[in-house]
């Protein structure tokens, strides 16, 4: 356990540099927003949004890394800090006939619209916001480009983002687990609905699900 923690402590580490300077420019809520799932076969897209109060210490959240590089386990221990510490946080998730509609791109702004409309209802759609997104800028959200900034690695750089997405990865890997029990051919309570061998040839084995996307063109496993 011991080495597992200074393996973390050697890691990228977040912080509140982004969210500083918004804060010194008037900016009292900074939204750290980040999406789980886009890349997998089969399953929702889920994105989380985080806000910290301005000003907010690093105490408490010295351990907040990327969620793909920490253990499941400290993922739930650390949504649970986020959740604690945090002034506001939302979760959403875009569902397979969306995706298979109107595709993973469309679906993916979708799913930022609904984390962000959901936390304008809990604190009014102001002009004091601003959106920190992992990746890059997204079209169509409330404020526009103007209210936004796309942070390559995002997750390791910002720990609103970084916060953001423990949260929707913890959310949407219980939701593929739930999903297993009705799907367990494909196991979904290891890969979530990505496409690992083992997925890749379930596929082959079995065909698609109702819960595949077929925008993905799955059909050459079959």
């Known amino acids: 356990m011991l080495l597992f923690w200074r393996k973390v402590m050697r890691l990228k580490k977040p912080s509140f540099k982004e969210e500083k300077l918004l804060w010194k420019k008037g900016i009292d809520y900074v939204i750290g927003i980040d999406e789980v799932g886009r890349g997998a076969f089969a399953g929702p897209i889920v994105a989380a949004g985080v806000i910290f109060k301005k000003g907010q210490k690093l105490k408490g959240l010295e351990y907040i890394r990327d969620s793909k590089q920490l253990t499941p386990t400290l993922r739930k221990k650390y949504t649970e800090i986020v959740k604690k510490n945090a002034f506001l946080w939302a979760i959403e998730s875009v569902d397979i006939a969306y995706i298979n509609k109107h595709g993973i791109g469309k679906a993916n702004t979708a799913v930022f619209r609904k984390v962000i409309k959901n936390l304008f209802l809990q604190i009014g759609n102001n002009n004091r916001h601003f959106v920190l997104i992992d990746g890059f800028h997204k079209k169509?959200?409330?404020?526009?480009?103007?209210?936004?900034?796309?942070?390559?690695?995002?997750?390791q750089k910002s720990i609103t983002i970084a916060s953001a997405s423990i949260l929707a990865k913890v959310f949407r890997d219980s939701l593929m687990i739930k999903l297993h029990r009705d799907f367990p051919t494909y196991g979904f309570s290891k890969n979530k609905g990505y496409g690992t061998k083992h997925h890749r040839d379930a596929i082959t084995r079995?065909?698609?699900?109702?819960i595949h996307r077929t925008s993905f063109k799955l059909e050459k496993f079959i």
Do not use: A, E, F, T
Not at 140 to 155: R, S, T, V
Not at 206 to 210: H, K, L, M, P
């Open 206 to 210: 079995n065909g698609i699900s109702q």
């Open 140 to 155: 169509y959200l409330p404020g526009g480009l103007k209210k936004q900034k796309g942070i390559i690695k995002g997750d």
